[in-house]
């Protein structure tokens, strides 16, 4: 991510859609609050990148972030907001998670100095701050990867739904943005027994390093998961092609050679009209529920295989610990020569059933965009789409989107959180959905 795009923070939009027609079949829905920050309609605002996480201990309390340090804690009835402070810096990317034992987490990037560094750019390590009072309260955070000069980036979060391990993956560059050939990136992993408060020696686990371009010819994009047995598995994104790696030893010992899970055509870096910068980045979760299909894993991603006017969504599983993995199926249901793109996938670990949030212009001829949500509620077989957002918007390039969108799920509710414009506004939205069927 080339982090000094990054602007001032300047307002919030938390709002749910009333029109049922809008939403996935379910027996209720929440409605949120909806709570203006700043009028000021700048539309250079960096308030992007937001991620959410459900309390899994307070199920009727949901958890937010976005770019730079903005925490939102919020209910069917209430939103509370503030500022994440850390003395380590707190420099974006977001990534919420919860775990089962009141513990919630906030990992982003540092920036300690951005005084002393030209055009305010630093990435020197990744931080972890934890909540034991569902996100009132943060602890000053935990640093992992300070390894100078190289800089750390694209970082995710895996919890075991057991013992509560936690897993961090994420990359490292040599020299962010270099061209030099000497200075390679590749995919690091840490791992916490205690909740977060001490962290193992970074490992790498790719094969295949990349560039330091920050494009398809760098690894990016891991994300971890847990399995019920503490297997840990990881998937990211590199030229033209999304790899997987499994250990089966907590994270001491990797497979000999990774998996290529598909082809990624075009690579996980490409242009949408309207979009100051996209990306295909894979999302990789895991069916850890008693269901039919427990077990299953999953990898959801962009790309531009049918065409540069035409992004779709894709998922490929795997059900025998990723040794194969079915052929990518084609998640957006629509036949047009459209942009589906900015993909995230959950799966629920109580019922298995599967959600993937993603920004879709099937219904346009323009830069018109919604927000859609596909559910499977048969292992990834098939899906049903269903515009979630209230109207579709006009994205104007200018405005940084950033990088992804997010969503949690958890026994039933579904909460998607997005970017989006109203006009020369920039906000951030989140529908609460609940799905007992």
Known sequence: MNKYTYLSVFLLLLTGCKATKNIPKSKSIIKNMVITLDSSKNIYSA?????????????????????????????????????????????????????????????????????????????????????DDHGQTWSDGVSIGYNPPKQQDKHWIGIDPVSGALAVTWTEFDQYESNSPKDKSRILFSRSDNFGQTWTKPVKINQLDGDCLDNDNTVEGAVPVFDNQGNIYVAWAYHEKIYFDKSSDGGKTWLDEDIVVANQPGGWVFDVPGIYRTNGLPVLAIDNSNGKYAG????????????????????????????????????????????????????????????????????????????????????????????????PFIPVKSAFFGDYNNIDTYNGTIVPIWTEMTGKQISIKSIIIKDNQ
């Open 47 to 131: 308030l992007c990148e937001p991620s959410v996480t459900i309390d899994k201990t307070k199920s009727d309390n949901f958890v937010g972030g976005s770019i730079y340090n903005n925490v939102y804690v919020f209910s069917e009835k209430d939103v509370q907001k503030s500022k994440l402070q850390s003395p380590y810096g707190v420099y974006g990317d977001p990534c919420l998670a919860s775990d089962n034992k009141e513990h919630l987490y906030y990992l982003h990037l540092s920036n300690p100095n951005p005084s002393e560094v030209k055009e305010g750019y630093l990435i020197d390590r990744i931080v972890i701050q934890r909540s």
């Open 296 to 391: 299953t894993l999953y990898v959801n991603w962009a790309d531009q295989r049918n065409g540069y006017n035409n992004t779709d969504i894709f998922i490929a599983k795997s059900s025998d610990g990723g040794k194969t993995w079915s052929p990518p199926k084609k998640v957006n249901t629509d036949t047009t020569q459209t942009h589906q793109f900015l993909t995230w996938l959950s799966v629920d670990p109580v019922t298995g059933f599967l959600y993937i949030i993603y920004y879709d212009r099937s219904k346009y001829l323009d830069n018109k965009t919604d927000v859609v949500l596909a559910v499977s509620k048969d292992g990834g077989n098939s899906f049903v789409t269903k515009t979630i957002s209230n109207r």
